[in-house]
């Protein structure tokens, strides 16, 4: 979500802001040898190419050959959005049962199934289907031909077809505990040294503060006088959270923390390959440890039993597995995503949408799906970007957090004017958040994969969980308000409010000025 000039207009600017701007025509590059797909080698020097000279890489604009190369090297799982021959404008909220729909879709799965059997005649329309859609109109279909992707980009009846699989700069799977490390897992245990009145401070009940809390950074402490989140519903799109981890089960209402819900859902579907869909029935369970970090720093409970507290400790909660890790570079994390904002979209009670993951190249069918929810009023918070091996070289904000319907969220050091190490920045950015105190390389606190001892999260990932927390703050204050009416007050009460920075957007957000426990 784009903002602009403030503060008179400042309403009619931000919706403005958040209207697409269409992306450059890039210039397609020549043909390699047509029968033979790039190598990964190959096609990750193209895309880091691109990304590194403009800042993005669309999909929509690789040639069809490159597309083909990328299935070639992942899972074949091709993504086709379908559209009725001269539709123009935005997805009607009917695609899914709206008969023209469904015949332009009847059309192209025909199309693909007529090309891929002529080099598989054996091949069905069952076999073809990858993962169901029900609400977006797009097919996930398993695609091996060359001429089935030239066939589709030629077709009125589609709006894109991009690989789901495919990202640069993949974790090698077979490098363990360092291939997860790289992707923001694995660490989410209890930190060892931490320092009672310098890293925390311990509230009346015996539950932890993080340092960054306190009221000289964005006035959290003196937010809960006002308002703690009660009534408003945080859905974090993320790795899951932790089965062991009892303050996001059945102590999420102890203490100060009392009459809220927390649901734990998972939308990861199994690995489908060629139709037939492989691995057990996921679960809502964090195997990584990143979403249950980041539903901590958002909304962990006050309680009594000395663990750490989320901004919005009297908030409700979704966690969502729709992911392994941070890094969606595989066609059932694209789906997983895309159906997690969908379900966002369809819940009248979910108001904000935090996502501290991301990828490197466009997805479409992503686009979609933040679209889907963002047409029903959800505030989206998206993560700038941390920076781990897959991100090597590049500094600028990734996707989804790029796109105009999206907040994209980075984090500061302590001195309030340099990015933390590992974080992204760029004119993309709308609010910062200080996670990084400089003088011990300290992280936040947040929750363990269980136990009461804190642990400590940081990047991008934990700036856009904590801004969705002092979001809860603020709406919960102001209950009836729109998405923009809440965003007003952000911008208002954030220290960049009279000129945006091109690197930090509108910069901290004072939550006590806010909610009006301090004077603007």
Request: glycine content about 10%; hydrophobic content about 40%.
């Amino acid at each position: 979500m784009r903002t602009s000039t403030l503060p008179a207009a400042l309403l009619a600017v931000l919706l403005a802001g958040c209207q697409h701007q269409a992306d450059e025509q890039l210039t397609p590059q020549p043909e390699a040898d047509p029968a033979t797909a790039l190598t990964s080698q190959q096609l990750d020097e193209q895309i880091m190419s691109r990304l590194r000279e403009t800042g993005k890489y669309d999909w929509n604009q690789a040639t069809a050959h490159v597309v083909w190369s990328a299935l070639t090297r992942s899972d074949y799982v091709l993504s086709v959005g379908y559209q009725p021959a001269g539709h123009r404008g935005a997805l009607p909220d009917d695609a899914a049962t709206n008969p023209a729909w469904q015949q332009a879709r009847a059309q192209v799965l025909a199309l693909i199934l007529a090309e891929e059997q002529k080099a598989h005649p054996e091949l069905t329309a069952e076999k073809l289907v990858a993962y169901e859609e029900n609400v977006l109109p797009v097919l996930d279909v398993t695609v091996r031909e060359l001429s089935t992707i030239k066939a589709l980009r030629a077709s009125g009846l589609v709006r894109y077809a991009e690989p789901m699989g495919y990202e640069p700069n993949r974790p090698d799977a077979y490098k363990g505990a360092a291939a997860l490390s790289s992707s923001g897992c694995g660490s989410n245990t209890a930190t060892a040294g931490l320092v009672a009145g310098a890293d925390y401070t311990v509230l009346s009940g015996g539950s932890k503060s993080s340092w960054n809390q306190a009221d000289q950074y964005h006035g959290i402490r003196s937010a809960w006088n006002q308002s703690t989140g009660r009534g408003v519903k945080i859905l974090i799109i993320d790795s899951g959270s932790s089965d062991t981890q009892e303050n996001l089960g059945a102590a999420f209402n102890q203490g100060q923390s009392t009459g809220r819900t927390i649901e734990r859902l998972v939308t990861l579907p199994r690995s489908s390959v060629f139709g037939i869909s492989y691995g057990d029935a996921e679960t809502p369970n964090d195997g990584c440890g990143h979403g249950t970090s980041m539903a901590g720093a958002a909304a962990a409970p006050r309680g009594t039993d000395g663990a750490s507290v989320g901004i919005a400790y009297n908030a409700n909660l979704i966690t969502v597995r729709a992911a392994e890790d941070v890094f969606l570079d595989a066609s059932r994390e694209v789906k997983g995503v895309s159906d997690a904002y969908i379900l966002a979209g369809n819940r009248a009670d979910v108001r904000i949408i935090s996502m501290s993951m991301g990828r490197l190249t466009s997805s479409s069918q992503m686009l979609d799906a933040i679209r889907y929810a963002y047409g029903r009023g959800k505030l989206i918070f998206c993560a700038a970007g941390t920076s781990f091996d897959w991100s090597a070289g590049i500094v600028g904000v990734i996707y989804p957090a790029s796109l105009p319907e999206a907040v994209a969220v980075t984090g500061v050091k302590d001195n309030l004017t340099t990015r933390c190490d590992e974080c992204h920045t760029g004119s993309d950015v709308e609010f910062i958040v200080v996670m990084q105190r400089t003088s011990v390389d300290r992280r936040p606190l947040t929750l363990a994969m269980s136990g009461d001892a804190p642990s400590t999260v940081g990047g991008s990932s934990v700036a856009t969980a904590s801004m969705a927390g002092m979001t809860a703050v603020v709406w919960a204050k102001y209950p009836s308000e729109t998405r923009a009416q809440i965003m007003s007050r952000l911008v208002a009460a954030s220290s960049n409010r009279n000129a945006r920075s091109s690197s930090f957007g509108w910069g901290r957000v004072n939550v006590a000025a806010a909610v009006g426990a301090l004077p603007l």
